[in-house]
């Protein structure tokens, strides 16, 4: 799986309704949500379901992101990243996973 980061703005600009309805577009297709601006959602999807989210009906522009990791912000957007990434990724407790009843 080869994930890219992209940011989304949308027709008619931003908008609450077209902002829920992409993000949860994005997350059916197996991607995550970084971080929601208000311009829009920067999100992490596949390389092969990029082309779906740019056809739902309120995307307008989808575009690759690139952060420089020695940059300025880059500490404070990573914290973000994975805060917001923490709260979409479920992993099993300890002692419930399927290599403990093996």
Excluded: C
């Excluded at 600009?13 to 993000?23: K, W």
């Excluded at 690139?66 to 979409?88: D, H, M, V, W, Y």
């Amino acid at each position: 799986m080869a994930m890219q980061m992209y940011i989304i703005t949308f027709k008619g600009g931003f908008s609450q309704e077209a902002s829920r309805a992409v993000q949860r577009h994005v997350r059916q297709l197996g991607g995550f949500i970084l971080m929601v601006t208000p311009n829009g959602p920067i999100v992490a999807v596949d390389d092969s379901q990029a082309a779906a989210v740019r056809k739902h009906a309120a995307v307008d522009f989808m575009g690759g992101v690139s952060l420089n990791p020695r940059g300025r912000a880059a500490q404070e957007l990573q914290r973000i990243f994975t805060e917001n990434l923490s709260k979409q990724i479920t992993i099993p407790a300890a002692g419930n996973s399927q290599l403990d009843k093996v």
